[in-house]
């Protein structure tokens, strides 16, 4: 049986959204024996070019994803989690998907985002949806794993459209 799973940007602060952001907190809390924030704050994503994605399976929220700007032409992918028991049927996969579209949409031209050691099928992931490794490029604890992906160069949608007007 497959499963249908939508990712869409929705209000950081909603029930369904305040909910899996502490479900991953305390998982991450738990296994780096640290509060599980990373330094993520719902303000993060409430300013221009930012979003937060929730997943969901017809329409039960079973996962979410965050886009945080680090500078004009890079953004953060914080906040990435899949429920437990909705894990390995593409929640991940979706949810990244959205990411990449919405950062390509606002412009920037590469993602990066870190995760931890005790993370190795986070990791697996963004290595099969074509993230590579880079040097860490936030914080001082030395046992993160950082990576990129880099987006297609593409015409900005002004500038595109100029072009197809003339």
């Given at each position: 049986?497959?499963v249908?799973v ?7 602060r ?6 899996l ?8 809390g ?14 993060d ?8 994605v929730v ?9 979410c994803g965050a886009?945080r700007?680090?500078?004009?032409e ?6 990435m989690?899949?429920r437990e028991?909705?894990?390995r049927?593409?929640?991940?996969r979706a949810?990244?998907?959205?990411l990449?579209r919405?950062a ?7 993602l990066k985002?870190?995760t931890g ?6 990791a697996?992931?963004y290595?099969r ?5 880079i040097?860490?490029?936030?914080g001082?604890?030395?046992?993160v794993?950082a990576?990129?992906?880099?987006l ?5 949608s ?6 197809h007007n003339q």
């Open positions: 049986m497959t249908t939508t990712a869409r940007a929705e209000d950081v909603s029930a369904d959204s305040q909910q952001i502490r479900e991953l907190s305390e998982q991450l738990a296994l780096y024996e640290s509060d599980g924030t990373a330094g993520f704050q719902p303000s994503v409430e300013v221009p070019r930012a979003a937060f997943a969901r399976i017809e329409g039960f929220p079973v996962g886009l700007p680090l500078s004009e890079s953004v953060e992918v914080k906040r989690y899949t028991s909705f894990r049927q593409g929640v991940g949810i990244l998907a959205e990449e919405l390509g949409e606002f412009g920037y031209r590469s985002l870190q050691p005790k993370q190795p099928e986070a697996a992931l290595e949806v074509g993230y590579y490794r040097p860490i490029f936030s001082t604890w030395d046992q794993l990576y990129q992906k880099d297609p160069s593409r015409l900005h002004n500038e595109e459209k100029l072009l």
